[in-house]
């Protein structure tokens, strides 16, 4: 278990953003309480032809070898960012499929943390076998037949288009997919009234438990690889070294873990709590975590990131 002055001692770790107080009034009280977790920031500025060229190839199929998908296929921008139905991929692996948002914010990428930026994660997508089974320069050579494609990426980066304009449009366009403006943000920059008594109980839980040993920085996890299972299995196959999950729009990205294999975040709250911590949770401690985990919903364009379940 982490200890409340630990939590507090973590505030000042060289990599733990503070929170940017802006023009609201910054409230001492409700930092000393606020934990090692700092607000989703905007997304950054970029060049808008760019970003126009990045989501236009996130959702344009002919990077894939059959013309068949497209990323959007798999990260659904109008729901949850991840796959829009069945969010298991279709590979060999069976991983279920995390959400793009807030990747950016990411040290790493994958369940296994095996790619470093946003540009060399859309590579491997492109080339992965079990899925669009391409690879960049097929893709790049079909998308130079395209004539107004073509005087677009010319006009953006000065240069026809190539595979590494193509893979920083890109990661440009997924640097904005970003979810800031969740009630636990509001909260932590000085907003007494985004969270509800019961809410900051539960967050009061979550550091005191030892949850945000794993789970802080600005993602609330994404930031280091662990052993899932610690003390009881936590899944039954797959990798045992993962990515922390981030736990930003939690309460929309069900099902949970790598498998898919825990329904609800009440399930997966308490599994977690006998895997990583060795605790069994009451009722009452579980509902004031699932609380808390619910106020990390962000906002994309305006609005809440919401669920893709029926």
């Not at 401690?285 to 609005?303: C, D, P």
Request: net charge negative; aromatic share 6%; hydrophobic share 40%.
């Amino acid at each position: 278990m982490i200890a409340v002055a630990t939590i507090s001692a973590l505030l000042t770790r060289p990599g733990i953003a503070q929170p940017a107080r802006g023009d609201i009034p910054f409230s001492p009280e409700l930092w000393q309480d606020s934990g090692p977790i700092a607000p989703i920031p905007q997304p950054p500025r970029a060049d808008p032809r760019k970003l126009a060229l990045g989501e236009r190839l996130f959702g344009d199929a002919r990077l894939s070898a059959d013309e068949r998908l497209s990323c959007a296929s798999c990260h659904d921008l109008t729901t949850n960012g991840a796959y829009p139905g069945q969010r298991q991929s279709e590979g060999i692996k069976h991983l279920d499929i995390p959400t793009v948002f807030n990747a950016a914010l990411s040290y790493r990428l994958t369940w296994e943390g095996n790619t470093r930026s946003l540009s060399e994660q859309a590579r491997a997508s492109i080339a992965d076998p079990s899925g669009m089974h391409s690879g960049i320069e097929e893709a790049v050579s079909k998308l130079r037949a395209d004539r107004d494609l073509n005087e677009a990426f010319r006009a953006a980066y000065g240069a026809p288009l190539n595979s590494e304009s193509v893979l920083d449009a890109l990661a440009t366009f997924e640097e904005s997919l970003l979810t800031p403006g969740s009630r636990f943000d509001r909260w932590l920059q000085g907003d007494a009234a985004a969270l509800t008594p019961d809410e900051i109980q539960g967050y009061r839980r979550f550091n005191e438990l030892g949850c945000s040993s794993c789970h802080q920085g600005v993602s609330v996890g994404a930031n280091l690889v662990t052993r899932q299972g610690i003390f009881v299995p936590l899944v039954l196959s797959g990798p045992r070294q993962v990515r922390v999950p981030s736990l930003r729009n939690v309460e929309a990205t069900a099902p949970y873990f790598h498998d898919g294999s825990a329904p609800t975040l009440e399930d997966a709250v308490q599994r977690m709590a006998a895997a990583q911590l060795d605790r069994i949770l009451s009722d009452d401690q579980v509902a004031s975590l699932v609380a808390f985990l619910k106020t990390l919903t962000g906002n994309f364009r305006g609005k809440p990131v919401a669920s893709s379940a029926p």
